[in-house]
């Protein structure tokens, strides 16, 4: 109900196909835009809910505020579709955009659970042979599904989002694959290699470890990264329309900009 009262106030036209078994929204903003380049976004959702409507207004929102042509990944879940099904649709999206884009031109936005399979995919697509993009917009992303981190104890019931873990979800997501696997948990790969990436928390988010620790990961890969904590900011921020949310809003606007400019 919230994404189909945003729609109404986004500049951007959407239409869905099907490549392989992966269903994607492609959005355009309304007007002149610059048609070399695209942004992939992959919706947030603990990895089991978050697509259909809500992954259609996602990326007309993202092809409104980043004037761009998006394409947005209604990835399979489970029950239906565990592990890989969801990881293969971001795979199939990212080569169909590359039969018309090249991938410097190319940014991956992931929020949360798209996070992870942003992360993932560009693991994968490495190991494939296939090219980096040219940034990737990692916003509280949960690239650990082991829960290791430290911020899972500190910051439970703390973050009003995420009150409490989510292994009960990410073992559903699994289905019965090793959670430590890097495409499962990408902050255990090797990151060598991977585009400029922007990384956004918060300290109340249950999420703080996940983002701080990736981070530290692509700094010893070497890979050029900003991150972006927010104080007193929950996981998936304070839902829009604050100073703070605005204020990351024109950050990610900027960073993602920048491959284009």
Same mark, same amino acid.
């Given at each position: 109900?919230?994404?189909?009262?945003?729609?109404?106030?986004?500049?951007?036209?959407?239409?869905?196909?099907? =490549?392989?078994?992966?269903?994607?929204?492609?959005? $355009?903003?309304? #007007?002149?835009?610059?048609?070399?380049?695209?942004? @992939? !976004? /992959?919706?947030?959702?603990?990895?089991?809910?978050?697509?259909?409507?809500?992954?259609?207004?996602?990326?007309?929102?993202?092809?409104?505020?980043?004037?761009?042509?998006?394409?947005?990944?209604?990835?399979?879940?489970?029950?239906?579709?565990?592990?890989?099904?969801?990881?293969?649709?971001?795979?199939?999206?990212?080569?169909?955009?590359?039969?018309?884009?090249?991938?410097?031109?190319?940014?991956?936005?992931?929020?949360?659970?798209?996070?992870?399979?942003?992360?993932?995919?560009?693991?994968?697509?490495?190991?494939?042979?296939?090219?980096?993009?040219?940034?990737? =917009?990692?916003?509280?992303?949960?690239?650990?599904? $082991?829960?290791? #981190?430290?911020?899972?104890?500190?910051?439970?019931? @703390? !973050? /009003?989002?995420?009150?409490?873990?989510?292994?009960?979800?990410?073992?559903?997501?699994?289905?019965?694959?090793?959670?430590?696997?890097?495409?499962?948990?990408?902050?255990?790969?090797?990151?060598?290699?991977?585009?400029?990436?922007?990384?956004?928390?918060?300290?109340?988010?249950?999420?703080?470890?996940?983002?701080?620790?990736?981070?530290?990961?692509?700094?010893?890969?070497?890979?050029?990264?900003?991150?972006?904590?927010?104080?007193?900011?929950?996981?998936?921020?304070?839902?829009?329309?604050?100073?703070?949310?605005?204020?990351?809003?024109?950050?990610?606007?900027?960073?993602?900009?920048?491959?284009?400019?």
């Amino acid at each position: 109900a919230a994404a189909k009262d945003l729609a109404g106030s986004l500049q951007s036209t959407v239409e869905t196909i099907v =490549v392989e078994q992966a269903t994607i929204h492609v959005a $355009t903003p309304h #007007g002149q835009f610059d048609a070399r380049g695209a942004l @992939i !976004d /992959l919706h947030g959702g603990a990895l089991v809910f978050g697509g259909g409507e809500a992954c259609r207004v996602s990326a007309r929102r993202q092809a409104h505020q980043h004037v761009v042509r998006c394409y947005g990944v209604d990835y399979r879940m489970p029950p239906e579709h565990p592990y890989p099904a969801a990881l293969d649709d971001c795979l199939a999206t990212y080569r169909h955009v590359l039969t018309d884009h090249s991938p410097d031109k190319v940014v991956i936005l992931g929020r949360s659970a798209g996070g992870n399979l942003a992360t993932a995919m560009l693991l994968r697509a490495r190991d494939e042979g296939m090219p980096m993009p040219g940034r990737l =917009v990692l916003l509280s992303p949960q690239v650990d599904l $082991t829960e290791s #981190g430290d911020s899972f104890q500190t910051n439970q019931m @703390i !973050d /009003l989002v995420l009150p409490r873990p989510l292994r009960s979800n990410n073992l559903l997501y699994a289905g019965g694959a090793d959670l430590s696997n890097p495409y499962l948990s990408p902050l255990f790969g090797d990151l060598a290699g991977f585009p400029p990436t922007f990384l956004q928390t918060g300290t109340r988010d249950l999420f703080l470890s996940n983002t701080v620790r990736m981070h530290r990961a692509l700094r010893k890969a070497g890979v050029e990264t900003e991150l972006h904590v927010f104080e007193a900011m929950p996981h998936g921020g304070f839902m829009g329309g604050t100073p703070e949310d605005q204020e990351l809003e024109a950050e990610i606007h900027r960073f993602v900009m920048a491959n284009w400019n």
